[in-house]
């Protein structure tokens, strides 16, 4: 699996954007890549994945770089609830199983009212 | 998405004894994982627990350390053996539904004294 750079904090005002980098120069043809979080004493959540396309769901938008050594994770509008770790992963996923997954140190992210 | 629960949810135990941790799954799940997660640390793999055979285990994890049983598919125990101090962590169980993401369990928070 690739190696990824992320700032280790960020801080965001609740109710606006939430822009999260990661990094992964090294990135292969075929990995994709994933975004989890960790709000403090729980287990981490999933929250999108892709591959080269730009991808948006109820939680957040992933914005992926033509070269794909680089990606954004884009909470549009902050909450108080998303001050967590937010993981970026970058990995081949399983030929029809799950792999596990590396985690990396992560951005901590912290809204502020 | 898989609901996931643990058991127990926290513990205190003396130094050279042992805790198992139950991980249950409301689904049918081909892959089950174990990871443990150290104070201000991020998350490591210790294994994964096969359906009918022997875990797979990470580099730096030992069978005789962290026995772990996959008796079917929506329940795996991970056992922490002859603790110490040092096995203080949070240990968390999750699962593959496909074959690109992952669903985590609360964590087991463990204290070792």
């Known amino acids: 699996d690739a190696k990824t750079t992320q700032p280790p904090s960020m801080d965001c005002a609740e109710g606006r954007a939430a822009n999260l980098p990661c990094n992964h120069s090294?990135?292969?043809?075929?990995?994709?890549v994933y975004w989890y979080r960790q709000i403090h004493s729980q287990g981490p959540q999933y929250i999108i994945h892709?591959?080269?396309n730009n991808e948006t769901n109820e939680m957040a938008s992933l914005i992926i770089t033509e070269d794909r050594k680089s990606s954004t994770l884009i909470l549009p509008h902050a909450t108080l609830r998303d001050t967590a770790v937010y993981y970026c992963?970058?990995?081949?996923?399983?030929?029809?199983?799950?792999?596990?997954?590396?985690f990396g140190s992560g951005t901590q992210l912290t809204v502020l009212p | 998405s898989a609901v996931i629960s643990q058991k127990p949810s926290r513990d205190i135990c003396q130094r050279g004894t042992s805790l198992t941790i139950q991980c249950q799954v409301d689904?049918?799940?081909?892959?089950m994982f174990w990871y443990r997660q150290q104070p201000g640390q991020s998350l490591t793999l210790i294994a994964t627990?096969?359906?009918?055979?022997?875990?797979?285990?990470e580099s730096g994890f030992v069978i005789d350390k962290f026995p772990i049983s996959r008796p079917n598919l929506t329940f795996s125990t991970l056992t922490v053996s002859n603790m110490s101090p040092e096995d203080s962590s949070i240990y968390l169980c999750?699962?593959?539904?496909?074959?690109?993401?992952?669903?985590f369990g609360p964590g087991t928070r463990l204290l070792v004294l």
């Open positions: 627990a096969n359906q009918g055979s022997e875990a797979t285990y």
């Open positions: 689904s049918q799940v081909t892959m």
């Open positions: 992963i970058v990995r081949v996923p399983g030929s029809g199983s799950a792999r596990q997954l590396t």
């Open positions: 090294t990135i292969s043809g075929n990995e994709y």
């Open positions: 999750s699962v593959g539904t496909g074959y690109e993401t992952q669903y």
């Open positions: 892709g591959l080269k």
